[in-house]
């Protein structure tokens, strides 16, 4: 019954490489996002998509890349990890990118960049 | 730009008693306002919402959230807690007028309800 799932799960990796995190929703909504929540349990925003286009984009290293084949899949690629990279990353879709929609979160992907 | 203070890292009460999560915001119109609980290697959950109309929410779990306008607060509240309740809390607001803005999170409030 997941509505929204993430892969990895769990994704340790050293310093200086790639790695990707995959997102896929299956409630035919229309918007994604990438959030990254820090050690301190921050939640920030990172990126946000509307039928596989980029619609806000906040301040994040261009090592960061998304990318979305179709609407029902963001993905999250990541250049040159580093150690602050550490984090969990949620993915998240809505019906649209209007304001009064309820995000539906995935379970989150804990990076430990050593 | 818009903002949201959770006063409260931490929150302890006994389970049965009433408790109250605090949430102020700031934006430059009108707001939506949202709770997510996050329960311990999950991913949040929404709780409620408020859009318009009645400024008492009812949402999930039986936790309920009152909007007050001239105080710029959107608190959470349980008649009665249960130790299952335990997680953290976010607050989060959007600006109705600004379409090109996301949610804003709270920084989270860890309730801990003891037995």
């Known amino acids: 019954d997941t509505a929204v799932s993430q892969t990895p799960k769990y994704l340790v990796t050293q310093m200086g490489n790639d790695k990707s995190i995959k997102c896929e929703q299956n409630?035919?909504?229309?918007?994604m996002y990438w959030y990254k929540q820090d050690s301190k349990k921050f939640l920030k925003i990172m990126f946000s998509y509307n039928n596989k286009e980029l619609i806000i984009n906040e301040t994040v290293p261009n090592r960061f890349s998304p990318k979305s084949p179709d609407k029902a899949h963001l993905n999250l690629h990541i250049n040159s990890l580093e150690l602050g990279d550490s984090a969990v990353y949620f993915c998240a879709s809505s019906p649209w990118t209007s304001t009064q929609e309820t995000q539906y979160f995935g379970p989150g992907t804990r990076l430990l960049v050593l | 730009a818009q903002s949201v203070a959770q006063p409260e890292d931490q929150v302890n009460v006994a389970e049965g008693n009433p408790l109250t999560v605090k949430c102020t915001y700031s934006?430059?119109?009108?707001?939506?306002l949202f709770w997510y609980v996050q329960y311990p290697n999950r991913g949040l959950q929404f709780l409620l919402k408020y859009i318009t109309g009645d400024n008492l929410v009812k949402g999930s779990y039986g936790f309920e959230a009152e909007f007050n306008k001239s105080q710029t607060s959107f608190h959470l509240k349980k008649p009665s807690a249960l130790v299952s309740d335990s997680a953290l809390y976010f607050c989060?607001?959007?600006?109705?007028?600004?379409?090109?803005?996301?949610?804003?999170f709270g920084p989270g409030t860890r309730l801990s309800v003891l037995p």
């Open positions: 409630l035919g909504h229309d918007t």
């Open positions: 989060a607001v959007r600006d109705i007028g600004n379409y090109g803005q996301n949610f804003v």
């Open positions: 934006v430059s119109g009108n707001p939506y």
